[in-house]
């Protein structure tokens, strides 16, 4: 990275300029802001209102060639216990709303997914109920093609709204996403989510409510939501499922640090007790290591790692 000491001056003073100094922290510990509790200080932490503050944020950051890191509720996410460079753009509740037309709710990135799957309950629209209890934001959705029970993102996105890596705010189709199992081309072509649309179909109040409920009860007593975690550690491998493969290593309850494999469903590696990064990053070696050794599959972690490792 260019060595943002030497020009964290000007930075800050042309953040000032554009943003008011309530929504711009430094040294934020990323562990408040993370569902893993888990992380260092970011050198900028930055939450934005509008589509404005955004584009200045991203501007600065072009110009000066920092790197600038998008985050929404901090789920699926690891952060280096040394933090993070540069600046950090939270677009969570501060920058979020819906709204229907028809089949149709535009959704902006920081609205979580639970709030999303309530409005189209109430509208008495079918095919979001997977996301009721996906612990992220729509622009994260969008970015790693969320899914649950059979359900992903890519069943039900029409378009999204981004703003490109040149400063343009553009509209594209789902279909240009390449949209695969937790994957999108987002990332690789540097947008930063804004807002989406989802298509759904009409259905009946009581019987999608049920579903939600149904869903919900799954969560409950299948995942470890007492303890701080990420969400599901591990990617799916092909023609197995992760969580068995690590139980039937003999894997259930194993501990490094604060870190451990939950006993409550072994694909989950929980924040037992103040564990650090490295905690999970070891824990996370050993796990394929000894699940590469025993059953001969590849598991790569779903959680995303990002900061100073």
Do not use: W
């Not at 554009?18 to 990323?30: A, G, Q, Y």
């Not at 600065?60 to 929404?72: N, S, Y």
Request: negative net charge; aromatic residues 6%.
């Amino acid at each position: 990275m260019k060595n943002i000491g030497g020009i964290m001056d000007t930075v800050m003073n042309q953040l000032k300029e554009v943003i008011s100094e309530d929504k711009i922290l430094f040294n934020e510990p990323m562990k408040n802001h993370t569902t893993f509790r888990i992380g260092g200080p970011a050198d900028v932490f930055i939450v934005p209102e509008t589509i404005e503050d955004i584009e200045k944020v991203c501007k600065i950051a072009r110009e000066q060639e920092i790197p600038i890191f998008v985050l929404g509720n901090g789920s699926n996410l690891l952060v280096a216990d040394q933090g993070m460079e540069g600046i950090v753009l939270q677009i969570y509740k501060n920058f979020s709303g819906v709204s229907v037309d028809g089949n149709e709710i535009t959704i902006k990135a920081g609205t979580l997914l639970s709030v999303a799957a309530k409005t189209a309950l109430a509208e008495e629209l079918t095919g979001f109920e997977f996301a009721g209890g996906i612990p992220g934001t729509f622009g994260g959705a969008v970015v790693m093609n969320a899914g649950a029970y059979g359900g992903e993102m890519v069943q039900v996105l029409k378009e999204i709204t981004v703003l490109t890596k040149e400063g343009e705010v553009k509209t594209i189709s789902a279909e240009e996403l390449e949209l695969g199992y937790r994957t999108s081309n987002i990332l690789k072509n540097g947008y930063v989510v804004l807002s989406g649309t989802i298509s759904l179909q009409k259905g009946k109040t009581r019987e999608i409510q049920e579903k939600m409920e149904e869903y919900a009860l799954a969560r409950r007593t299948k995942q470890p939501l007492e303890y701080p975690s990420a969400g599901s550690t591990f990617k799916r491998p092909k023609g197995y499922f992760a969580g068995k493969l690590i139980q039937d290593a003999g894997l259930r309850g194993y501990q490094v640090g604060g870190a451990r494999v939950s006993d409550k469903h072994c694909g989950f590696v929980i924040n037992q007790e103040n564990a650090t990064a490295a905690d999970v990053m070891q824990l996370i070696q050993d796990v394929q290591k000894r699940v590469k050794e025993q059953f001969g599959v590849d598991i790569e972690p779903e959680v995303k790692r990002v900061g100073r490792f």
